[in-house]
Structure formats: structure tokens, C-alpha cells
């Protein structure tokens, strides 16, 4: 199953994978970073296990990036 993976903790809150994909990524209201939704987190990094359907915009996703801490494994 792919996964995608988040470095939260270099997240600059920039909010495009938000708007790209609203069901996976929600903005924190604390510190303004990204929160990928229903993850698994393991020393700061975040994983969630995503259906095939949802891939290919979160290859975008991975790509639009501007700090390059989205991964799609
Ligand atoms: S696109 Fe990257 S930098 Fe922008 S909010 Fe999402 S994870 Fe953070």
C-alpha cells in the first residue's frame, strides 16, 4: 500500500498541500504547520497509509512542496 510521508518539523505552514487535498492535510491552528490526518507519528516524522486512488494528486502534492518534506513511498 503507499504511504506518504511528512517531515513535520520543517514544515513552513505554506498551506498548498492543504488546498491541493483538503481530505489528508488539515492546518494547525497552534503553530501553523501542516498535519497530515490520521497519521502515525515516530520521532516527529508522520506516516499514513493512502488508498491508490488518492496517489496521483498526492504526487503533486510531493512535487509542490516548496520545502521538499512530502514523500510518497
Ligand atoms: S506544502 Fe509543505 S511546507 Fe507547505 S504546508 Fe504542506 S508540508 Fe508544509
Known amino acids: 500500500m503507499p504511504k506518504i510521508i511528512h517531515y513535520r518539523n520543517k514544515c513552513i505552514g505554506c498551506g498548498i498541500c492543504y488546498e491541493m487535498q483538503p481530505e489528508l492535510w488539515r492546518m494547525s491552528k497552534k503553530d501553523g504547520k501542516a498535519t497530515l490526518l490520521k ?15 488518492m496517489v496521483e494528486r498526492s504526487g503533486k502534492i510531493v512535487k509542490a512542496c516548496p520545502v521538499n518534506i512530502i514523500k510518497l513511498i
Request: no cysteine.
Open 39 to 53: 497519521a502515525v507519528i515516530k520521532k516527529e516524522i508522520s506516516s499514513v497509509t493512502i488508498t491508490e486512488p
